[in-house]
Nanobody, 123 residues
């Protein structure tokens, strides 16, 4: 069955870096867009970044210039490199499979979700 498993979260100081991984199984990653989303306490889930089937990317304004999404279809994994982290980046981060080959930062355009990984930015 379709599975997405996130890893790489943790506690990091402001200004630090983390790389999240999303391991995909049960489907051919090459054919799908994948997105990263996050949800902070008492906030709605929001789109962070996504990568289309053809490798084109999109980012939320709040993370542009700091986060980079990439994919390795051979390893069936999508990555989110996060730099210059801020306390407001603290959230549970989820990856999700897009319904279309073109990526979308809307939570409604995804059909399968991972269980999430916690990212905490604090001194």
């Amino acid at each position: 069955q379709v599975q997405l498993v996130e890893s790489g979260g943790g506690l990091v100081q402001p200004g630090g870096s983390l790389r999240l991984s999303c391991a995909a199984s049960g489907f051919t990653l090459d054919y799908y867009a994948i997105g990263w989303f996050r949800q902070a306490p008492v906030k709605e889930r929001e789109g962070v970044s996504c990568i289309s089937r053809n490798g084109s990317t999109d980012y939320a304004d709040s993370v542009k210039g700091r986060f980079t999404i990439s994919r390795d279809n051979a390893k069936k994994t999508v990555y989110l490199q996060m730099k210059s982290l801020k306390p407001e980046d603290t959230a549970v981060y989820y990856c999700a499979r897009g319904r279309r080959s073109r990526c979308s930062l809307s939570i409604y355009d995804n059909d399968y979700w991972g269980q999430g990984t916690q990212v905490t930015v604090s001194s």
